[in-house]
């Protein structure tokens, strides 16, 4: 065993020997750019950045994904009258949410309006939760400042079934988020329209995963709301529409229906994000989380 470690660590000093030569060699002004020897150097030195990045990515992606809800997990939320909703064929797309009617919807950017946002809303249990949100965005509804300020800044409202819990262990440390139909960059910066985290209309109670997750291997709803802000960035107008979908009479949505499409046609999608984060449980009747 002695014996192999030893050949093992003279290895990697041949090897770490030869890469510092061929960086040498590469590098070297005494060498001319057509030397055979500076060209296989090149060679080398390209074939270990290479290498290293993609272990760098392979990294990067796996740990993506460790925070991302399991089918399983995401199916919890996928009752009869959910999937009614949904109304069109649903599909796993294995980063935490679902493909809606192969990501095609019937949204028509292709309107002469002005931009506009408008919400709409229901009574549940005596509290106003928002149902859906319409808007035609275009890069002047943008948003670059931040919240500071515009005045948007942080608040002690609560939206209805907000329970929180804190320092949990993984990719979040806390349960729920006030959590937006139309984004604030999206819309913050259309006259008229109340972009702040306490406006009932555009505001509901949503895990945090589901909120802030924005990988290709974690499709929370930022990851789908970066789409539209490149869109919007792009110069172009957008119609988007958001649909929060509620089982019954519970206080909390099981997810997000997500629909955009572009009027170039360069940007389309139609998915749901489901309400629900890895570790913990929730009561979608009165908003009560827990952990597993």
């Known amino acids: 065993m002695a014996k192999k ?4 660590s003279i290895t990697s000093l041949i090897i770490a020997g030869l890469s510092a030569g061929a960086v040498f060699l590469s590098q070297s002004n005494a060498i001319p750019d057509s030397s055979p020897i ?3 150097a090149h060679l080398v030195v390209n074939q270990s950045k290479t290498s290293s990045s993609q272990v760098k990515v392979t990294s990067n992606q796996s740990s993506a994904s460790d925070d991302a809800p399991t089918e399983s997990l995401a199916s919890s939320v996928m009752t009869v009258s ?3 909703q949904l109304g069109k064929a649903v599909t796993w797309n294995k980063a935490g949410a679902y493909i809606v009617n192969g990501n ?10 002005a931009p506009y946002a408008n919400n709409q809303t229901k009574t549940v249990q005596g509290e106003t939760v928002p149902t859906v949100a319409n808007a035609l965005l275009a890069k002047s509804t943008r948003q670059y400042r931040s919240r500071e300020e515009t005045g948007n800044g942080s608040t002690y409202w609560k939206p209805a079934g907000w329970h929180q819990l804190q ?12 959590g937006h139909l139309i984004g604030y960059a999206l819309v913050g910066n259309l006259r008229g329209f109340d ?5 009932p209309k555009n505001i509901a109670t949503q895990a945090a995963w589901a909120n802030e997750a924005n990988s290709s291997t974690s499709t929370g709803q930022n990851y ?3 789409q539209v802000r490149k869109a919007l960035d792009n110069n172009k107008r957008v119609r988007y529409r958001v649909t929060l979908i509620y089982d019954g009479n519970n206080i909390l949505a099981s997810g997000t229906h997500l629909e955009a499409k572009s009027s170039d046609g360069s940007l389309e999608f139609n998915v749901f994000v489901p309400n629900v984060q890895p570790g913990l449980t929730f009561n979608y009747a009165n908003g009560e989380v827990s952990k597993n």
């Open 224 to 226: 789908y709301e970066t």
């Open 82 to 84: 959910v999937k009614q």
């Open 5 to 8: 470690k030893q050949v093992a």
């Open 195 to 199: 972009a702040s985290t306490n406006n």
């Open 167 to 178: 320092n949990l262990s993984g990719s979040y440390s806390h349960a729920v988020d006030r």
């Open 38 to 40: 500076k060209q296989v």
């Open 104 to 113: 095609k919807n019937d949204l028509n950017a292709k309107v002469s309006s």
